[in-house]
T-cell receptor, first 110, second 114 residues
């Protein structure tokens, strides 16, 4: 079946890099996504990667995809306090529905 | 429109009452999704509309839940005889069409059943 797993918490210091990891089970997923959710807010699409790519860079964000191990990661360079939020990994399922992980709460300490 | 909008932003209801939640997708977006975010279950898919096709209702948790989309735009999610376990944030998302993959989410409706 479809399942997406993430670690629940990550704490880093301002200026450090953050790496949030995710594993998924559906090898037929065409797209994988990272969404950000700030307190009391909806989900903001941060970035995505197509399944035939192994890396995508977008400013401070780097997405790495290891399709063999079904492992996805999001690296945030020079993490700022404004990056504190919950980050959700998601895979695209049948008819485009998204299957989400539990979310990783990123805490950035000054 | 500027983005996906949802109303109300917060709803408190008594157990057993019916509620209606509304979603206005981005103008021109033909695909519309409802999701639910709760402490126990995380983020889960509920229902999907694409144009005039029959909706995919595979995620609806019980027959107390239903949704419609009138005129291919606004959608209403209805929960009948609400239960405490229905308390959650209900999120709506839209995308331009089935082939376009980015889904844009609204701010959600926080439903509390007392």
């Amino acid at each position: 079946g479809e399942d997406v797993e993430q670690s629940l918490f990550l704490s880093v210091r301002e200026g450090d890099s953050s790496v949030i990891n995710c594993t998924y089970t559906d090898s037929s997923s065409t797209y994988l996504y990272w969404y950000k959710q700030e307190p009391g807010a909806g989900l903001q699409l941060l970035t995505y990667i197509f399944s035939n790519m192994d890396m995508k860079q977008d400013q401070r964000l780097t997405v790495l995809l290891n399709k063999k191990d079904k492992h996805l990661s999001l690296r945030i360079a020079d993490t700022q306090t404004g990056d504190s939020a919950i980050y959700f990994c998601a895979e695209r399922g049948v008819r485009g529905k998204l299957i989400f992980g539990q979310g990783t709460e990123l805490s950035v300490k000054p | 429109g500027a983005g996906v909008s949802q109303s109300p932003s917060n709803k408190v209801t008594e157990k057993g009452k019916d509620v209606e939640l509304r979603c206005d997708p981005i103008s021109g977006h033909t695909a519309l999704y409802w999701y639910r975010q709760s402490l126990g279950q995380g983020l889960e898919f509920l229902i999907y509309f694409q144009g005039n096709s029959a909706p995919d209702k595979s995620g609806l948790p019980s027959d107390r839940f239903s949704a419609e989309r009138t005129g291919g735009s606004v959608s209403t999610l209805t929960i009948q005889r609400t239960q405490q376990e229905d308390s959650a944030v209900y999120l709506c998302a839209s995308s331009r069409d089935r082939g376009v993959h980015e889904q844009y989410f609204g701010p959600g409706t926080r439903l509390t059943v007392t």
